[in-house]
């Protein structure tokens, strides 16, 4: 649709766009200069970010089968378990998430191999499972939504616990 200036309404918004991005440009330039972040808090920033797994080492995302495989996601459609692979140093978590009802089952492994204390956190609370020496767990009735899993060591190969990144299942 064309507006009375002759330019279309798609044309409008990206010329408001880049008015806006300028001016946001702008007024980034004018704080920094009157109100400039004092170097010492931003190296305290940098600082008090490496505390977030001080006491636990963080297992990133890598894998997440409804993301990284649409192709097969959309051939299983919703129904379908959800494969999760998550990643730290010395520990690798797989989980396959199988939606039952409102509630979420929890199937999962840890490689290497080893027991482990496995801890579900979400808004529900904590579900706490013991793996066996295969690093095989389940846990049933996990609430839907934004969860993370804390894997205790317990085994040779024990030491600081891994956490996963939290994921909404």
Not at 53 to 82: C, H, K, M, N, W
Not at 111 to 129: D, I, K, W
Not at 139 to 162: D, F, K, N, Q
Request: charged content about 25%.
């Amino acid at each position: 649709m064309t507006q009375d200036n002759g330019v279309t309404g798609s044309e409008q918004a990206e010329l408001q766009s880049d008015e806006d991005d300028a001016l946001w440009q702008e007024l980034r330039m004018v704080i920094q200069k009157g109100d400039p972040v004092p170097p010492e808090v931003l190296q305290a920033a940098r600082e008090s970010f490496t505390w977030r797994t001080i006491d636990a080492e963080l297992a990133a995302l890598t894998y997440d089968s409804a993301v990284d495989d649409p192709a097969t996601s959309v051939v299983r459609g919703l129904e379908g378990p959800r494969m999760l692979s998550f990643e730290a140093s010395e520990l690798s978590v797989e989980l396959e998430v199988t939606a039952v009802g409102a509630r979420r089952r929890l199937v999962g492994q840890l490689v290497p191999p080893q027991p482990a204390r496995v801890e579900v956190r979400n808004r529900a609370g904590r579900s706490l499972v013991q793996s066996d020496e295969l690093g095989r767990f389940r846990i049933e009735e996990v609430a839907a939504g934004p969860s993370s899993l804390r894997c205790h060591l317990t085994g040779p190969h024990g030491t600081a616990p891994v956490v996963t990144d939290w994921i909404t299942l």
